[in-house]
């Protein structure tokens, strides 16, 4: 009998069980099945599913028919030999436990996440594997068996994470150097989406490298063509620059292999360049902030010490944009290396920063069979092969910059570059609080990333998008992958969307990367019970601005309870600071999306369970 069960929504729904197909009859038990599988281990409300399954239009019945679809799915899944529980009711609705089933969409997601740790690790073959393991996991358009709206808009959204994962199993086989493969293989996919630019330009670069320059001008002949008849411009930075550097038939368009390297070193050029992400495509504002960074170039204030610089603010406030666009404005000034760490999923214990310094090493072309397996020989041989050097190390998500201490350069010819959420007390040269970006800025910000005219066309209805974004880069960023996701809607009809509390933080969390409810569960997930209880509790405030005697009172504790409670919340960036009272005590402030996300954590705990009344926070 078959304990566990697989599930693809990768293509046309099926259940698996005991290697044999099941086809799920009735359309409305296919959609929520669908639905339910989109979020594997979260509840999904009883009235998103309805949304779903009549599109706004729901009979007075939907609630017991919904009922019934679970039920009968319940049954099909005990047929098959699966006699747990796999759909289980939680308040306000359903979630699926995925347990020790498979869904293919949660393993495409993770071999892609895999595959690009293996490429930060230089292990370029490895990634391209599995990077072609994942997208073999597609069978077909997803949800083409459904006819609910909803499910149509996430079938848009996971192809686009099909076509983000295919331009970078073809960025790693032009790494390869499999030129032919990639000719043979994205031509088609060019054909297919005319305005996928960077795919283009990833075939126009294996053409050139080919010998094939007529090829490649000819593909960029073509990319203007349609962008001017489909949009009214002219192709983005990217081709035109790689257009004109083909032109002038320039140097650094041959590969590594063959690209001529003079370095008084004997670290390769950009041997850690390998690690850090690519620079932000749309930045914004931020030029103080820039500026101000230039004073790690100076170097170390000793031969015992690197400079170091600190950048801290909320989640999806742009911190770590921030930090890969100095890295790589000021990438000349590091020839020895650019070292980048993300710490934000691994944590800063020492298991992980001393995997993190195999991959330093690796970086910096240390055989393999030379790195000790112990985390002090790690460290030492580390601080040996930077030494003297011009390195940059640039820190994602330092919890604590004195547990990191095994990753800083004890050079003072390095530079050291970290973010956190964090407040934190070590010393650093350079320290900066990111605050969410003023409206004309995050206005731009979601004008350059949506590409075309739609936000210049209503500016009314886009800085009303921003403000519901509370104005943070992540969150504009969300918004605008929607309106690029679904060319067909305006930025009313996103804004019409986003003004529904319950399905905010659901509309700025489809697809793409990790996302801004991601980044607000972190750091969620680092607080204490006490200080994680009175968060929820914020979310009963009508008012975002709040003050200790909030705290005291939701809490049931004294001042000097709350104030240190409040004070936690302020340092995980969770709560923000607003001055003070008359009478001294502090007042804060707690932004709309950090209130919708405290609400949905209220409603699985103690809150709910008191039975108490927890209103949404108030539209803008």
């Not at 019945?61 to 099909?76: D, E, M, S, Y």
């Not at 709206?149 to 996430?154: A, G, P, T, V």
């Not at 930090?323 to 710490?343: C, E, I, M, T």
């Not at 509370?470 to 992958?481: E, G, K, Q, R, T």
Request: charged share 25%; proline share 5%; glycine share 6%.
């Amino acid at each position: 009998m078959a304990s566990s069960l697989g599930f693809h929504i990768l293509g046309p729904l099926e259940v698996i069980a005991n290697n044999a197909r099941f086809t799920i009859t009735g359309l409305r038990r296919r959609t929520v099945l669908a639905v339910l599988l989109l979020t594997p281990d979260r509840v999904v409300s009883v009235d998103r599913l309805v949304e779903a399954v009549w599109s706004g239009t729901p009979p007075t019945t939907c609630r017991n028919q919904i009922a019934i679809c679970v039920a009968g799915l319940r049954k099909v899944f005990q047929e098959a030999g699966c006699h747990e529980d796999v759909i289980v009711t939680a308040a306000p609705g359903y979630m699926l436990a995925s347990g020790d089933h498979r869904i293919d969409a949660v393993e495409f997601a993770a071999r892609v996440e895999s595959a690009r740790h293996l490429a930060q690790d230089q292990r370029t073959a490895e990634a391209a594997s599995l990077l072609r393991e994942a997208l073999s996991l597609w069978r077909g358009t997803p949800f083409a068996d459904t006819s609910s709206s909803r499910l149509q808009e996430e079938a848009s959204l996971l192809e686009q994470q099909w076509l983000n994962a295919y331009e970078q199993y073809a960025e790693l086989q032009l790494e390869l150097e499999r030129y032919s493969e990639i000719v043979s293989e994205l031509s088609g996919l060019v054909q297919e989406q005319p305005l996928r630019e960077h795919a283009r330009a990833i075939l126009m670069l294996a053409n050139y490298r080919l010998g094939r320059r007529s090829e490649a001008l000819g593909l960029f002949r073509q990319a203007r063509q349609n962008s001017v008849d489909e949009l009214g411009l002219e192709p983005g930075k990217e081709l035109q620059e790689l257009h004109a550097a083909m032109l002038r038939e320039d140097p650094s368009l041959l590969p590594t292999s063959t690209a001529s390297v003079s370095l008084n070193t004997d670290i390769p050029a950009g041997s850690g360049e390998a690690r850090l992400p690519a620079d932000v495509p749309s930045f914004v504002s931020r030029e103080e902030e820039l500026a101000s960074l230039d004073a790690l170039l100076e170097g170390g204030p000793d031969v015992g010490s690197a400079a170091v610089g600190l950048i801290t603010g909320g989640p999806g406030v742009g911190k770590s944009a921030l930090a890969v666009r100095w890295a790589h404005r000021v990438a000349q000034s590091f020839p020895d290396g650019r070292l980048f760490a993300d710490l934000t999923r691994t944590g800063d214990g020492e298991e992980s920063v001393s995997a993190m310094l195999a991959r330093f090493l690796r970086a910096l072309k240390t055989p393999e069979n030379e790195i000790p397996a112990d985390p002090r020989g790690r460290a030492e041989l580390f601080q040996r092969s930077v030494a003297g050097r011009r390195v940059l190390v640039v820190l994602r998500g330092v919890r604590d910059l004195r547990r990191v201490q095994r990753l800083i350069p004890a050079s003072g010819t390095c530079s050291v570059l970290a973010t956190s959420s964090y407040n934190q007390s070590s010393p650093a040269r350079v320290r900066l609080r990111l605050d969410a970006l003023d409206t004309r800025s995050a206005v731009e910000l979601l004008d350059a990333l949506v590409a075309d005219h739609r936000v210049r066309w209503e500016p009314a209805a886009a800085r009303k998008v921003v403000r519901y974004c509370d104005n943070l880069p992540l969150a504009v960023s969300a918004a605008a992958a929607r309106l690029t996701a679904k060319a067909h809607w305006s930025v009313s009809h996103l804004l019409a969307r986003l003004r529904d509390p319950l399905h905010r933080l659901d509309e700025l969390s489809h697809g793409g990367p990790p996302g801004i409810r991601d980044s607000f569960d972190r750091g969620y997930s680092g607080l204490g019970p006490d200080a994680a209880a009175l968060y929820r509790r914020l979310s009963l405030w009508d008012t975002p601005e709040l003050d200790v005697w909030s705290g005291a009172a939701l809490m049931n504790i004294d001042l000097s309870s709350a104030e240190n409670l409040m004070e936690q919340l302020a340092d995980a960036a969770l709560l923000e600071t607003w001055g003070r009272r008359p009478d001294g005590l502090f007042r804060y402030r707690l932004p709309s999306l950090l209130a919708l996300h405290a609400r949905e954590y209220a409603d699985f705990h103690d809150l709910s369970a008191a039975g108490l009344k927890l209103p949404y926070p108030s539209a803008i």
